[in-house]
């Protein structure tokens, strides 16, 4: 006998369906979230007497505390996005009538009769999930420095708009403890060369073309600001600066302890050998892959997984191709940053980027092409643990090109 069971989940408790292989409710619960609540939930599946993988659980979430319960007991997890549970709510119902308990036995029966929809869970090697989830955080510490450099810049250019004249990368680390030390322009303005000279040695920057033009800047009029402005912005400035500065040293932190692991991680030559990864992408693409090699059976379910790959919708003469949205944008993402950053290394990417440009392509359309071709390479390396050859790569294209002349 095998029983699907479905979970679905809310900020304080789980609603748990249990369904035999005919379809017949054995079991409804609610469960709390916390350990009670799923040991009562483990004694319920150990009751029925069935074999971890003869016990199938849907959840609309990859990511819960109950997901890696289950998981380390041996049972099989698989997700759902819950736009495909919405859908299918309608099979049950046209009254769009709808309620956790519900939701639940919706979620068990999905995954009783249509077992191709999910997509199975699994834990991976300690070593790959915990460079994931760190990779993970890395880029959603990243994305808040994104932010706060915006925001410091267009403060700056509100109040210090000569600022921006002064470094070409404005919330650089020298850039921040100049605007740290010299906050607003009349500040900067009295400085000698020669205490200019002093305070970059001090940063161990020693361009001295560059100093001698932050000088000579500083030394032309500039445009007044009124004086409430300059003394409101500069302290947002130096607030900004305050958040900042411990936010680059946790990134920091958090790159040496990805490649403490990274370095020892059996698949990182892989992704190493790639041309262009650098040692940001290098470890989010080893964690987004991860180590399970039963994961994706083909590369097209990596594309789509991905979402580089297109959506097409036919019908009659209705034809049309889409940007694919239902996807794991962080992967997405990746791929795209990778297909730019190969385009400076890797022959063939760059030609059939130009290739998609000339055709009218947009830039970010013409990325996600490359993005594509490489995921193919991508998931034929991680299969068979290969490294990448440019060289065989190439010889591969000209032999295509040759047979499709013929």
């Known amino acids: 006998m095998r029983y699907t069971v479905g979970i679905d989940w809310a900020d304080e408790k789980f609603d748990v369906c249990l369904l035999n292989d005919t379809g017949a409710t054995v079991k409804a619960l609610v469960i709390t979230k916390d350990v009670e609540g799923f040991l009562q939930l483990l004694d319920e599946l150990r009751k029925l007497g069935a074999s971890g993988q003869d016990v199938r659980c849907l959840i609309e979430t990859p990511h819960s505390p109950l997901v890696d319960f289950l998981l380390h007991h041996g049972y099989a997890v698989y997700h759902i996005n819950p736009k495909t549970v919405a859908a299918c709510r309608e099979r049950y119902t046209v009254s769009q009538a709808k309620s956790d308990h519900f939701d639940a036995f919706v979620l068990a029966d999905v995954m009783r009769t249509d077992q191709r929809a999910p997509r199975q869970l699994t834990l991976g090697t300690e070593q790959s999930r915990e460079i994931a989830v760190l990779t993970a955080d890395l880029r959603s510490l990243i994305d808040q420095k994104v932010a706060l450099d915006n925001a410091l810049l267009a403060t700056v250019k509100t109040y210090y708009p000569v600022f921006v004249e002064l470094f070409e990368h404005p919330t650089c680390k020298t850039a921040c403890a100049f605007l740290e030390a010299y906050p607003t322009y009349d500040v900067a303005h009295a400085l000698s060369e020669s205490a200019l000279q002093t305070f970059f040695r001090g940063q161990r920057y020693y361009q001295t073309v560059h100093i001698q033009h932050i000088a000579e800047t500083l030394a032309q009029p500039q445009i007044p600001i009124d004086t409430v402005i300059v003394r409101a912005k500069s302290r947002k400035a130096l607030a900004l600066l305050a958040q900042l500065r411990p936010l680059l040293g946790v990134i920091r932190d958090y790159e040496q302890a990805i490649w403490a692991l990274v370095e020892c991680h059996p698949d990182t030559d892989i992704f190493r050998s790639l041309p262009g990864a650098g040692t940001r992408l290098v470890p989010e693409l080893l964690g987004l892959f991860g180590d399970n090699r039963d994961r994706f059976q083909t590369y097209q379910e990596v594309q789509q997984y991905a979402g580089s790959a297109p959506v097409t919708i036919s019908s009659g003469k209705y034809h049309t191709v889409r940007f694919r949205r239902a996807c794991h944008k962080r992967f997405r993402n990746a791929l795209q940053q990778f297909a730019f950053t190969s385009l400076k290394e890797c022959l063939w990417a760059k030609t059939y980027y130009h290739q998609l440009i ?25 299969k068979t643990h290969t490294l990448y050859d440019e060289q065989k790569h190439l010889a591969q294209i000209a032999t295509q090109q040759m047979i499709a002349q013929t």
């Not at 055709?359 to 390396?381: D, E, P, S, Y």
């Open 358 to 382: 000339q055709r009218g392509k947009t830039h970010q359309h013409a990325l996600r092409c490359v993005a594509n071709k490489w995921v193919k390479i991508l998931f034929t390396m991680w």
